[in-house]
């Protein structure tokens, strides 16, 4: 371990600086630093000595800028999907709002009213049987049936 934190110290600044550059990102430079020598200290075992040990992290640490921006690119493309999804199902819900609109205002009297007391004004069937003067049991009937008339109309 101590031969690992003498190469820490000599290259951390060099490796640093490398991936400022490519990175022009300061906090982005630190991650990949802090990253390239964790997967270097996991794969010290693979380097097999054909390059110098400062190109052997600099590649590591290329490595890991191009990973990391791949990763930041499917999250942005995720971001963009979900945001698309929720206009797309926005708009459906708009859509389909009108055609409850429509098929609403298309009812006859007394299954428009009733139907919008009930849903809209939220009164009870027995308030809706006051309001008309009729039984609660009709108030009920008139509101099924308004509702079947809409499901048929969305149909």
Partial sequence: ?????????????????????????????EEITQETFFKALKGLDSFDGRCRLYVWLCQIAKNTYFSMREKEKRREEDAQEEFDDGIESR??????????HRALHSLSEPYKEVFSLRT???????????????????????????KLQIKEKLL
Avoid: C, P
Wanted: net charge negative.
């Fill in 1 to 29: 371990m101590n031969d690992f934190e003498e190469v820490y110290r000599l290259y951390f600044r060099d490796v640093y600086r490398y991936a400022l550059s490519i990175s022009r990102s300061e906090s982005m430079a």
């Fill in 91 to 100: 708009l459906v819900a708009k859509e389909s709002a009108l055609e409850i």
């Fill in 120 to 146: 809209f004004g939220e009164l009870s069937f027995a308030q809706i049987a006051m309001l008309f003067g009729k039984t609660e049991s009709w108030a009920r009937v008139t509101y099924h049936r308004a």
